[in-house]
């Protein structure tokens, strides 16, 4: 349980410090994500009563109108799993202390391209949960969504993963060739009576959230509500927006953001500050020439904004060590 062990550790303190060997690692993913030799083979997967580790799995939810997977239980883990082919959510999260690591993630889509449903890649309420090294791409709604009724959930860590979409190879679904479904690469939501969610984004990818999708002002990452997030390392390209940090005071509140060392390319906005979002950092971060916008800024209070600079190729910046 291994996997486990180091979710409680990261839990201790916050934000979680990235281990020394994982700052040497190039954003993205470190392995190869999906099921290895002869997968265990599913159209849903359940985990109610007992935690533990489940492991190689295949599901396939055959366009289902039903969750793919369920965690209800404490202390699982999901590893070297393949989740494929539904029109509801591919993983739901409703438990404590989850590691999901080495999984990949894909076509979960609802409705179309004019009449689009949410379906996401992975959702819930979750406290103390970990994604690692997972590939999510081609849902509906958004990659990484917390929480659709805006209830209770916390210290989520998103490391070394690729989130992406971009136009369908062929029909999927209700979609079409050449579609391109989803909303965002992640979407926060909480409500300011509750207590401030935690997230950290780390060495991950984001990418193909461009125009010509389902909605208008697409982000890879759009961190909104009473939200407490730190994006650190990551890598963004082919978005129309990046980064959408979204402030407020109504009843659903304002996000805390803290950007550092990011790395943004052709993308029509870098960052765009929304609603006088208070206490934004965006530090030592890199932007393109193809980048059109590095700042729409809406900012309040407490911005700093410095450190910024040109960014290399991103070749060399994924192929560091």
Known sequence: ??????????????????????????????????????????????????????????????????????????????????????????????????????????????????????????????????????????????????????????????????????????????????????????????SASNDRSRIVVRNTLAHGWAKGGQISNLSALNIKNHVDARVENCVFWDNEIDLRLRGGTGKYGGALVAVTGCFFYSSDVAVRSEDAIENLSITNCAYAKDVAKRFVNDAGRGLKVEGDRDAPPRDAVLKRK
């Open 1 to 190: 349980m291994i996997g486990f062990l180091f979710v409680i550790a990261l839990a201790q303190d916050w934000p979680p410090p990235i281990a020394k060997e994982a700052a040497r690692l190039p954003p993205g993913l470190i392995a190869e994500a999906g099921t290895r030799g002869t997968p265990k083979k599913a159209r849903s997967l359940e985990i109610r009563d007992k935690g533990g580790v489940y492991e190689n799995y295949l599901i396939d939810a055959e366009w289902a109108d039903r969750d793919a997977v369920r965690i209800l239980a404490d202390r699982v883990v999901l590893r070297h799993c393949e989740i494929r082919n539904g029109l509801r959510d591919a993983i739901e999260v409703y438990a404590n202390d989850v590691l999901i690591e080495n999984c990949r993630i894909h076509h979960f889509l609802a409705g179309s391209l004019k009449d689009p449903k949410d379906a996401h890649g992975i959702t819930g309420r979750p406290t103390r949960l970990t994604v690692r090294n997972c590939e999510i791409y081609y849902c509906s709604g958004d990659a990484v969504q917390f929480d659709p009724d805006r209830g209770p959930w916390t210290d989520v860590i998103i490391e070394n993963c690729n989130l992406w979409t971009g136009p369908l190879p062929e029909d999927a679904a209700g979609f079409k060739k050449g579609e391109q479904p989803g909303e965002n690469g992640l979407d926060t939501k909480q």
